[in-house]
């Protein structure tokens, strides 16, 4: 059984820098790509990045396009998230999610029930 635990939220000013990770056990880290997605209060579950099993082929939401990078560590069983320049509108439970199935179109990834297995989220707060 494949879990995921998210660590690294907390809170900090606009303008900002945090790294949010997600680490893997239960099973063969690098065959499984896998996202970030994030739920402010009130809305949807949305996308916001990911990165492949095979060549680390990487896709954003626009708006964290330049300001958040999506990294892998096959070594350690783990996805980074770093996210720069944080807008109070970042502010959200960040979760990991990892999927078996290789896409290669970035819609695939952007689905929530596209991935088998999820974390327990972790909290990112900006103020402004």
């Known amino acids: 059984q494949v879990q995921l635990v998210e660590s690294g939220g907390g809170s900090v000013q606009a303008g900002g820098s945090l790294r949010v990770s997600c680490a893997m056990s239960?099973?063969?880290?690098?065959?499984?790509?896998v996202g970030w997605f994030r739920q402010a209060p009130g809305k949807e579950r949305e996308f916001v990045a990911a990165?492949?099993?095979?060549?680390?082929?990487?896709y954003y939401l626009d708006s964290v396009k330049g300001r958040f990078t999506i990294s892998r560590d096959n070594a350690k069983n783990t996805v980074y998230l770093q996210m720069n320049s944080l807008k109070p509108e970042d502010t959200a439970v960040y979760y990991c999610?990892?999927?078996?199935?290789?896409?290669?179109?970035?819609?695939?990834?952007?689905?929530?029930?596209?991935?088998?297995?999820w974390g327990q989220g972790t909290q990112v707060t900006v103020s402004s």
């Open positions: 239960g099973r063969t880290f690098s065959s499984y790509a």
């Open positions: 999610a990892a999927t078996g199935t290789y896409y290669t179109i970035r819609h695939y990834y952007t689905q929530l029930k596209n991935y088998d297995y």
């Open positions: 990165i492949s099993r095979t060549f680390g082929s990487i």
